[in-house]
């Protein structure tokens, strides 16, 4: 089964900025998009940003400009970037390989969460 590690959460003020990591424990990662997601309470779980294999990535309108996506293939990691934070960027953020922009992996990893205050 594979694993997903995700860190680097915590809290910051509006305009701020913190950078995620996600470890994947299988070399499956290699072969799939990925992406970040974010969850808020009471809402499904929203793609952010993805980022292929060979580094293109692709971000929804309220991150662009302001969130970056990457991944390193050797480590198995995949990074959040993240910019000029505001409080609607508060959720717990969760990655996963992407197969047509669907979740790959069922088994999600314990996110981490990220708190924006005015």
Known sequence: QVQLVESGGGLSQAGGSLRLSCVVSSRIFLIYTTGWFRQVPGKERELVASVTTTGGSNYTDSVKGRFTASRDNA??????????????????????????????????GPGTQVTVSP
């Open 75 to 108: 480590k198995r990691t995949m990074y959040l970037e993240m910019n000029n934070l505001g409080p609607d960027d508060t959720g717990v953020y969760y990655c996963n390989a992407l197969l047509h922009c669907e979740p790959v992996f069922t088994s999600w």
